[in-house]
């Protein structure tokens, strides 16, 4: 799917009108993570928090007409784009959002497709199927050798 500079720059900045509402400089500390709502039939990308709270919206013209299957699928690489260069930038290290928290894309009834970005203070590994694979073969033939010494 081919998106327009004017949609990037939309998406860009619906992202960073969401998470303006958790810039402060006090101590206050918020938990929440961060929803990512796009939606095919409409061409709307809805970002609201933990409480469903709507933060921000916008209308990206390229999701309206798209009719394929794998909606999600090709929305996905665009919003972990933006939302990394949102990181890179440095908007996120001024949140009051205790870590760690999560970017995460929400399908139409609310339930996780994937984990678009993961704020920590650590370097923390996301574990995904590709790195998890074999790993039970490893382990009983790490026991199993163990054991027979």
């Not at 921000?56 to 690489?77: L, M, Q, S």
């Not at 996780?112 to 694979?133: A, G, N, Q, V, Y």
């Amino acid at each position: 799917m081919n998106i327009s500079e004017q949609s990037h720059t939309s998406i860009a900045s619906t992202l960073k009108e969401a998470v303006s509402r958790y810039i402060t400089t006090d101590d206050n500390s918020v938990v929440t993570d961060i929803h990512l709502q796009p939606r095919q039939d409409s061409g709307e990308l809805l970002i609201f928090n933990d409480e469903d709270e709507e933060l921000a919206r916008t209308i990206i013209d390229e999701w309206v007409d798209y009719d394929g299957d794998d909606f999600y699928k090709e929305v996905e690489p665009v919003l972990r784009a933006e939302v990394t260069v949102l990181k890179d930038e440095g908007e996120l290290d001024k949140l009051c959002l205790m870590k760690p928290y999560s970017f995460v894309l929400v399908d139409e009834e609310k339930e996780t497709i994937s984990e678009l970005l993961l704020i920590d203070d650590e370097d923390t590994l996301l574990l995904d199927d590709e790195l998890l694979k074999g790993l039970d073969e490893e382990l009983d033939a790490f026991l199993k050798d163990l054991l027979e010494k």
